[in-house]
Structures are given as C-alpha cells and as structure tokens.
C-alpha cells in the first residue's frame, strides 16, 4: 500500500460549488476511484488549500490513473471541479494535484 | 473513528531539521501518541506547508490531547519542533495546527 498527500488551491469565489460537488459526488465517479484501488481517500479544506489523502492498494498507480482518466464519467465530473481549482506554485511539470513528500508517518 | 487534517507552517530554513527530527522520532513520543488513540498518522510537507491526517480511535479526543500535553517527554520533543514551525494565518484562536474542514470521503 502506498499513500499519498496531495495539495491543490481552491479559488475562493468557487468555495461552495466545490463543497456542494464534493458533499453529492455522483455514484459513478466514486465507483471508478474504487476500480483504480484507492481507498481511503478524503479531502480537506482551509484558507484556500485542499488537501488530499489516500491509500493505493493496486500494482500500477500511472495505469490505474490512466484507466480513470478515460472514464467519461469522470471526465464530466472534473468538468465541473477542475475551474474551482488551480495549481500551487510550486507543483511540478504536468501536476494538477501536486504530490507532497510524507515526512512522517506512524501506524 | 474520526478523521483529521491539520496545517500548520515550516520555516524554510528548518526544512531539513524537521525532517531529520521526523525521519528519526522518539519511540516514547510514537508510544504517547499512539496510548493518546491516534492511528494512521501521516505528516506530508510541500511548498512550506505541513499537512498531518490521522484517526483518533478513542473516546474524548480533548482528554487524550490533554494527556499528551502532560507528558514530560513529548513537551521535550515538542521544544524541538516547535521552533520549525508557524501557525497558518487563519488558524482558530489557541490553534497550533489548525483544523481543517473535511469535505469528502470515501472509504
């Protein structure tokens, strides 16, 4: 298993909407984040910062996320996310969600 | 089980502090925090922002902090740490590591 911690910029006249997406996320979408072995995966919120955590429990991440970039289910959902989000600074080449470095982690 | 993200800042120039103090953690802080009934406990650092997730598995979240607190070594642990850090601008008052709002989860 691997986990991850991600960071993404809300923009704040978007705050709502993406509260309001993420408070009713459609039933396919959630389907196929399952299908691509993640599990455990939640999102927060403050001062304009989301943060992502999840556990990867598959073989091959980049295929995984490959597969759910396909999806057109998901594809319409990050239709309706992606222009509440924008990168961080610092993200790196082709980020979205810019991956952090785990610096601790205890059982 | 209740989950939770926190955020606090790192000063750039104790970057590589915090992380060796992280990389190399007292096992009588590890025991603390885990007799505290937290589980699953991450630390993530990226662009100067720290983000923590853990479980607390126990029954009064604010008794176990408290008890914590007490503890004469993890006070020690905390003087090392704490310099390496700042509360982020919009932290609740008497917040260290601010709360942030959960605002997905799948399991």
């Excluded at 993200?91 to 059982?107: F, I, P, R």
Aim: hydrophobic share 35%.
């Amino acid at each position: 298993m691997r986990r991850f911690g991600q960071v993404i910029k809300l923009k704040s006249d978007m705050e709502e909407r993406y509260k309001y997406l993420h408070a009713n996320p459609w039933p396919e979408v959630n389907a196929m984040i399952h299908m691509c072995n993640i599990r455990n995966y939640s999102i927060f919120l403050k001062g304009g910062y989301l943060f992502a955590y999840f556990e990867y429990v598959g073989e091959d991440f980049e295929k995984d996320m490959e597969k759910m970039s396909q999806d057109p289910v998901t594809q319409r959902w990050w239709r309706e996310t992606d222009p509440c989000q924008e990168a961080v600074d610092d993200a790196a080449e082709g980020e979205w969600w810019a991956n952090m470095q785990e610096v601790y982690h205890l059982d």
